[in-house]
Structure formats: structure tokens, C-alpha cells
């Protein structure tokens, strides 16, 4: 079976295919240099870009596969959440060549794909397991049961992790999108301990996150900071704060389910702060954790290839039609229906 995946639910344009093998071939353009003047992603230039840019990526992915378009099985595409004129570029796509070529059309759940795409990776995680998801605009604990089943335990009352890091580096001065500069910013820092933020709702139980207090305390910081040494040690403070925040709730999530896995995924996965926290609670723990490699952290086609394939091999599609919709809970989703059913 060889699923097309799409994905352009904000400023990546990309293409794969999951097939028998795995992964058979998977391609992106980022439009990160398009929107960079801007400090942040315009709605109606990411749509636009998206649309010059998806079919010759879909092209690449089927010669890079060897396939022709009737060799596929299914089209999943993104159908939410995400920017709503950048998912309906996607969906219509998806949906012009499941009608020329009479295949299924699989509507993905973004988040859903992040959350699988550990399963990308050689050694894969197992049902059940707890995932942290550290995206630009999502903050989630969840425990993971099987394909489509998935409880919150916790998620953040404000800002999302990535949005947290990408307002405080743009505080700095940082480029958009900033959660990657600023990560290289504060590895000069940390030998002076001038600055320490807190370590918000760590001092009480339940597994809620709050980040946008972080930002503010940044910016009250920020004028003592009088030259670069200190820019990156606040930087170096920031990204302690949110990373011992994160390791934290963690260790409380994973102690409360009993859950013996952890899958970290979303674009702030990528953070090297990060994975080496949670690698030690990992350590002393006896835990198995997995990470998809840095691509497949930040938003990519792969995972939804993949999240498509999941839920067709799985069971039989929901329905198939298609539909965009900018808000969807990942607790809205339901597991597949099996196919003898
Ligand atoms: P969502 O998936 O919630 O709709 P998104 O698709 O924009 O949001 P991702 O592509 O998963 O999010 O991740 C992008 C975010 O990850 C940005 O906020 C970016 O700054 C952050 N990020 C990427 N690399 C790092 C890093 N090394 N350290 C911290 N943050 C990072
Ligand atoms: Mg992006
Ligand atoms: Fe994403």
C-alpha cells in the first residue's frame, strides 16, 4: 500500500509517500526566507506559495519512488488545524488527484502526524506511550493508547512552547522563526547564574503548562542586559526555565499513568536542551524515549504520509470527504473502525 502524504497547514509546502518499505520518498520547501521580512507568517503568501509550489514537490516524490500517480493506494493530506487558506490549498490538491485516479482521500489530523512520526524511526515506539508535543502552537501531554486513541493530561494555558521561545527571541532581537536562534544564542551562555526565571506550575500538582509569564519576565530582564555575553546568558535562563519545566511534567505524567515510553515531537523536539534533560530523566528512570530526527520534528509530509497509512492499514477511513477546519482537538479523534467490522 502507498499513501501520498501533504502538508500545508503554514509555511512548509511538502510531499511523501509511505509504503510497504516505510518511507519511500518524502520532499519540502520551507518559506521561512518568504516570511522572514515580516517577523511571522503571512496567511495570504504562505497560501499563494503554496500553491506554486506543491505540485512539482509532488512530482519529485513519485519519480523519486519510481510510482505513477495510479500506483498509489490513498492521498492524505493535512486537513487541520492550521492556517485555514493554507490547508485548503493542500486539501484541494489531494482532492483533484483521489477524484482523477479514483483513490481514497484520508483527512490527517496535524497534530496526530506529529505525534506519530517517532514511528518514522528505526527503533520505533510501541503502543502505549505518553508524547510530549513542543510545537509552535501547541503544548500537549498525551497518553497515547493506539492510533486514535489519546487522552490530554495537560497542555498549556497560554502560550505554546515554540510561540514562547519565538516571541522572547524576537525580545532578543532574533530572526524569525526564533525558537532555533535563541537555542544558539544561549549555548554561550549559562557560566554567570545573573538570571534565573521560574519554572511556572511546577510548585503545584496537575500538568498544566503556563509560558507566556517567561516572556514578560525576559522583558522586564532584558535592559540589564549591557552586551552580548549577557544576551545569551538570559537566553541560556530562558531555555533552563522551559526545559526544566517540560523534564518536570514529564516525570509527573510519566509517575502518574505508569506509561514505561516517552515521545518527544513538534518542531521544539528539536532542542538540544531538551533532549539532553529528558535523556537523563530517561537515564535514571529506566524509561525508552524516542525522538524523530530534527526534519521530522518541524512540520514535514513524512508524518502525514505515515499518519495516513496508520489509519488506512488500521481500519476502515471515516469517510473520506474532504474538509479543512483551522481548530481540532486531537481528543476529538476517533480510533479507526476495523475494516471486518
Ligand atoms: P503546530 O504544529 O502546533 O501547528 P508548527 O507546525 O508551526 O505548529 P512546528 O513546525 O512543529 O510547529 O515547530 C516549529 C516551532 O519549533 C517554532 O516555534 C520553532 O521556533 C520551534 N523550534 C524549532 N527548533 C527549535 C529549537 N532547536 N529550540 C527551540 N525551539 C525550536
Ligand atoms: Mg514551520
Ligand atoms: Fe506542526
Redesign the pocket.
Known amino acids: 500500500m502507498n499513501i501520498l502524504g501533504i502538508e500545508t ?4 509546502t511538502a510531499a511523501a509517500i509511505y509504503g510497504p518499505a516505510g518511507l519511500a520518498a518524502h520532499a519540502l520547501h520551507s518559506q521561512i526566507a518568504l516570511h522572514a521580512e515580516y517577523g511571522g507568517v503571512v496567511p495570504e503568501l504562505a497560501s499563494r506559495d503554496h500553491v506554486s509550489r506543491i505540485n512539482p514537490l509532488i512530482r519529485e516524490v513519485l519519480a523519486q519512488a519510481g510510482l505513477r500517480p495510479s500506483d498509489l493506494d490513498g492521498v492524505a493530506y493535512t486537513a487541520g ?2 492556517l485555514i487558506g493554507a490547508l485548503m490549498v493542500g486539501a484541494s490538491v489531494a482532492a483533484g488527484i483521489a477524484t482523477a485516479h479514483g483513490l481514497p482521500l484520508i483527512p490527517v489530523h ?2 496526530e502526524a ?1 505525534l506519530l512520526a517517532p514511528m518514522l524511526e528505526d527503533p520505533r515506539p510501541e503502543f502505549p506511550f505518553l508524547a510530549l508535543l513542543v ?4 503544548t500537549l501531554l498525551v497518553d497515547v493508547q493506539g492510533v486514535g486513541r489519546y487522552e490530554i493530561l495537560g497542555e498549556s494555558l497560554d502560550d ?4 514562547a ?2 516571541k522572547t ?1 524576537k525580545l532578543l532581537g532574533l530572526p524569525y ?4 536562534h ?2 544558539r544564542l544561549a549555548e554561550g551562555g549559562g557560566a554567570s547564574k545573573a538570571w534565573r526565571f521560574p519554572r511556572p506550575m511546577t510548585d503545584r500538582p496537575g500538568l498544566e503548562f503556563s509560558f507566556s509569564g517567561l516572556k514578560t519576565a525576559v522583558l522586564t530582564a532584558l535592559p540589564k542586559a549591557r552586551n552580548e555575553q549577557d544576551r545569551a546568558d538570559l537566553a541560556w535562563a530562558f531555555q533552563e526555565a522551559v526545559t526544566d519545566t517540560l523534564a518536570i511534567k514529564c516525570a509527573r505524567a510519566l509517575e502518574q499513568t505508569g506509561l514505561e515510553q516517552l515521545v518527544v515531537a ?3 523536539g ?3 536542551r ?1 533532549r539532553e534533560k529528558l535523556g537523563e530523566l530517561a537515564r535514571r528512570q529506566g524509561l525508552r524515549l524516542y525522538f524523530p530526527r530534527h526534519e521530522f ?3 514535514n509530509a513524512a508524518m502525514i504520509a505515515y499518519a495516513g497509512w496508520a489509519r488506512r492499514s488500521e481500519g476502515r477511513l471515516p469517510h473520506g470527504k474532504l474538509f479543512t477546519t483551522p481548530r481540532w482537538a486531537i481528543s476529538e479523534l476517533q480510533p479507526p473502525t476495523p475494516a471486518t467490522a
Open positions: 497547514s503554514c509555511d512548509e488545524p492550521g496535524h497534530m506529529h510545537s509552535g502552537g501547541h505554546a512552547v515554540g510561540e521561545f519565538d527571541a522563526p526564533g525558537g532555533p535563541l537555542a513538534g518542531g521544539v528539536a532542542n538540544k531538551l520534528c518541524t512540520d
